[in-house]
């Protein structure tokens, strides 16, 4: 398990998940520690239309266009505080 992780967990923000890294309001939280992991990231949230969170470093944060970001996913840092909320899907 990252550590990036371990701190979601221990914020009391983000739940545990068997398929996702974690939950959060509900929606599915991946990790990208860096950029190499992004794609990655990414990929993994089209499954579910994009409607979830990012979770990366805020330390991080400036490494990510987080405008781009926000128009696929919501993006939370390491601490499970909201950088951008995500979208919802319309029922």
């Given at each position: 398990?990252?550590s990036l992780k371990d701190n979601l967990l221990k914020s009391g923000k983000v739940k545990s998940s068997e398929e996702w890294d974690g939950i959060y309001d509900?929606?599915?939280?991946?990790?990208?520690?860096?950029?190499?992991?992004?794609?990655?990231?990414?990929?993994?949230?089209?499954?579910?239309?994009?409607?979830?969170?990012?979770?990366?470093?805020?330390?991080?944060?400036?490494?990510?266009?987080?405008?781009?970001?926000?128009?696929?996913?919501?993006?939370?840092?390491?601490?499970?505080?909201?950088?951008?909320?995500?979208?919802?899907?319309?029922?």
């Amino acid at each position: 398990m990252s550590s990036l992780k371990d701190n979601l967990l221990k914020s009391g923000k983000v739940k545990s998940s068997e398929e996702w890294d974690g939950i959060y309001d509900e929606l599915p939280v991946v990790i990208a520690e860096d950029t190499s992991s992004l794609t990655e990231a990414l990929q993994r949230l089209d499954t579910v239309g994009g409607y979830g969170y990012l979770a990366i470093w805020k330390k991080n944060l400036f490494l990510f266009n987080t405008k781009l970001l926000s128009k696929r996913c919501g993006v939370i840092d390491e601490n499970g505080n909201l950088l951008k909320a995500a979208r919802v899907p319309k029922n």
